[in-house]
């Protein structure tokens, strides 16, 4: 199913310039660019992009105990409370300086983008990948510096969460559908 995916290049992958580098690989896989814009985010934009929501924030807290957890080492906090944590870490990080706000189009591009993008730590994030190519960040690392892991980039999680997000940052008249010359060849119906 054709879909949509919220990609933010986050302020590490501005200042260390990797804009052109990471927005051509969604572009050589032939995912189609149909917003794109760089952005100084204010505090109400990132409070909205990083919802106050109990589930997401549970879910950040615990993928964070379980890493921990299979180093040995167990965490005290529960899940919500380092959840709002990091919520207001990334609040003050992407607010610091500007980002790029793009949306991506095609088949399955939610799941997709995610693969290209990597896991969340960048220490463990596989090669090939963009977290793992241009970041060796970690859990631990982030921790001790009281930060949020400089992961580069977010891509959405979901088509649902990709339209929530897509309204944060872009007006409806700043999206541009186009055609790419090789969807007629993708998209083609043979019978
Ligand atoms: N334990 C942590 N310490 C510091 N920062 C964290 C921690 N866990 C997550 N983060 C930061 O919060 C962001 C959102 O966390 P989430 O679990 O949704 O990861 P993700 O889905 O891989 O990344 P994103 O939502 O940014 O695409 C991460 O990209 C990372 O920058
Ligand atoms: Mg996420």
Known sequence: MIERSLVLLKPDAVQRALIGEIISRFERT???VIALKLVNASKDDAGRHYADDESWLKSVGDK???SYEAK???VADDA???GKRIRQQLIDFI???PSVAIVLEGHDVVNKVRTIVGATAPSSALPGTI???FAFDSYGLADVSGRPIQNLIHASDSAESAKREI???FRSDELCPYQRVDEALLYRKVK
């Open 167 to 169: 309204a944060i940052w």
């Open 72 to 74: 040995g080492t167990p």
């Open 131 to 133: 977290r793992g190519d």
């Open 80 to 82: 919500l409370t380092i």
């Open 64 to 66: 964070t105990k379980k």
């Open 30 to 32: 032939g995912f189609k």
């Open 95 to 97: 607010t610091m300086s």
